[in-house]
């Protein structure tokens, strides 16, 4: 698959994170010559926390992951690549028990602190052969860098993603790094988007599931490549503790806010990052909403129009389009005043009061909509509610990739 | 446009309808060298109901056929083909009041009697000399047939339809003959689903309105091309009483039951071929939910996948991608079991209790998938709730109609 035009140009220097150690390994899961087998190993004590699909029809690693993760507890993280291990019954739940058994027993831990993802096909059961080939591999072979543990948790992600931040808690400077993989809420039948953020910062996992549920809010949640809701999605936070601050209880504690900022930082950066390698994606949408009745009606709205195919199919033909924005607004179920409502392209003011300004000079917009970041403004007139969501444009390259080829 | 590989071979023979009279004009809304203005005179004491669209962006002609609606008497019916005059304030309700009075002062009846649609892009103003110029040539030329008038109202439509439909009422037939135009809850640009009911059937507007609902819940409000509600979805039933039968005034009524069959039915029949003209569709698809909790909750799991770019695509590439029709179910926000879900396509099961069958053979449903009309099934096995609802496939097409080409 060819590397999307909206990628960054390298991936990101992220700092090694003391307390966690990064392996890969070839489990063979698909016929293809990769590693697909990413194991993390993190040190005793570390704090997890995670944000988990709310898809009704979620995978056993799912359901597993979200029990675990209110332990509160991890040692170590596995992704398996090429299999979701979806809609699979009994047979999924075994393939996962039986990974986190063996970890497990080579960690001498419990089994409830050993997270795994999977992300490919649905309704296929992972193999427990190759998993556990692939186990004992990783655990023997020598530890990666970053970038090859971003590469190996990828399916039909078109560049390797990655993220950093770091904040001050107290005198003691903590570090983030990231790794994320997807292209939109669902990847087709790769369906997932996993992302994982490791820090060295000593946190309670009852402030850090807050904090983390709080930068899902402004950032993943605020992204939609295609309105398809994974069965897979997962986003887990681990914190060592090894760099030594003062441990954060509360966000009354000092550096809890500056820790939640470059959380909520790296949780866009990747969120993002997503957006970018979104399948077919041409064009970077990010859709500012204000003057809606509250916040959430906010994100409400811009995510009718970021999920809009009229709107995404506009943008894609470099279209000012901007009657298929009125319609999107208008289809979002929030409250809404036509006849107060105003549309800009970039800074561009092209509809106020419920019709078309009458200056309305297309050549600005135009030029803009030929560039490669999008953004589009939508005032509500109603109250301070505001939100802005990311989203991509809908080209015939997301058709080629989801029906011109057989799964 | 070349016509839809899925339009029916011929338009149906339509009956006349005593007190509908049918007229067409060129008011050239836009450079093109066809007729654009429909205008249908109703007997006096038509009946009339009718359902809209929810966008809250709806147009001037949807409230103020709404408010019309509700007085339940109809004389003339304008349709403007080629602008939508949505979203254009001030000056697209004074279009649409010259209109209405430049008729009631020819009829001389109340501007209220007179309905009007538009349809097309959103945000022009509709252009009022050429709306009366147009109505003008409307009002003296001879009148047409069924089909020219289902031509006349269609815009990015690559067929005409027209439906018809009988039933018995007591010892009188009636008749119901209907157009409609649409590529789908949105046709792009066009911006709208309008349909037209004429029956010579007597009936009480209040029955008629309720009647309507009920035809509508089970046929349009179970559509979707492309998940886009327009701004001037309009269906309208027009009664003129002319057939002589006892006037319905009740469903407790000899042969109210029989109308409300037909009406249904004729309904059904125009959703499905604005289904079959869908933008780019290569494939009819039926989803057949049930299980659910409730009817309701059925028709909103079907629209799910229905709406699902993930399972459109799929089957547009013939992929027996069962996967991700339970993402579209678990992502549907209703309830359901993962572990009690079960797919088929056509009457072979592939997924049952939460897993892929152990029999599964591919190859009959490879085969279904390579014919023009899909069926899909969904029990959810928590209930009696079912719903049926209808869509098309996701392909190039779309794409090409809505982004390859400016507006």
């Known amino acids: 698959m060819e590397r999307s035009p909206l990628a960054p140009a390298t991936f990101p220097n992220l700092p090694a994170i003391d307390g966690v150690t990064l392996r890969v390994a070839r489990a063979h899961y698909k016929d293809w010559d990769r590693c697909d087998l990413t194991y993390v190993e993190l040190t005793e004590q570390t704090a997890v926390a995670g944000v988990f699909t709310r898809n009704i029809c979620c995978s056993t690693e799912v359901e597993m992951g979200r029990e675990s993760a209110a332990g509160g507890k991890a040692r170590a993280l596995v992704v398996n690549a090429g299999n979701s291990n979806a809609f699979t019954g009994f047979r999924g739940r075994e393939a996962v028990e039986q990974i986190r058994g063996q970890i497990a027993a080579h960690l001498k831990c419990a089994p409830s602190e050993i997270f795994v993802s999977s992300t490919g096909v649905i309704g296929v059961p992972l193999p427990r052969d190759k998993a556990q080939a692939g186990v004992a591999a990783a655990l023997t072979t020598a530890p990666c860098n970053w970038q090859t543990a971003a590469e190996t948790i990828g399916t039909t992600d078109t560049f390797a993603k990655g ?9 003691t400077r903590i570090s983030l790094s990231a790794i994320i993989k997807g292209s939109g809420m669902i990847a087709p039948d790769m369906a997932t988007m996993l992302g994982y953020i490791f820090t060295d910062a000593a946190i309670e996992p009852v402030l850090l599931q807050h904090m983390l549920s709080e930068a899902n809010r402004r950032s993943f949640s605020c992204i939609t490549v295609d309105s398809d809701t994974s069965t897979s999605d997962t986003v887990l936070a681990f914190a060592t503790g090894k760099a030594g601050n003062a441990p954060l209880a509360s966000m009354d ?21 997503v957006v970018r390698d979104g399948e077919g994606a041409s064009k970077f949408i990010e859709i500012e909403v204000t003057g809606a ?52 392209f970039a800074d561009k003011w092209v509809a ?10 297309e050549a600005p917009v135009a030029a803009h ?28 390259g997301y058709i080629s990739i989801n029906a011109d080829y057989r799964s």
Not at 255 to 272: M, R, S
Not at 331 to 337: L, M, S, V
Not at 371 to 390: E, F, K, S
């Open 163 to 171: 993220a950093t931040a770091s904040a001050m808690i107290g005198d």
């Open 253 to 273: 504690d000092p550096g809890a806010d500056a820790f939640q900022a470059a959380l909520t930082d790296i949780c866009l950066q990747l969120a993002k990052l």
């Open 293 to 344: 009745v509250s916040d959430e009606s906010a994100r409400r709205i811009g995510l009718s129009i970021a999920n809009s195919p009229l709107v995404k199919t506009a943008i894609a033909g470099e279209d000012a389009n901007w009657g298929r924005v009125v319609m999107a607004v208008g289809k979002a179920g929030e409250p809404a005043d036509r006849d107060k409502l105003a549309i800009r």
């Open 352 to 361: 106020q009061s419920g019709l078309a300004v009458d200056s309305y000079d």
């Open 369 to 396: 909509l030929k560039g490669r970041d999008i953004r589009v403004g939508v005032d509500i007139g109603l109250g301070d509610g505001r939100a802005t969501v990311w989203t991509c444009d809908l080209t015939h």
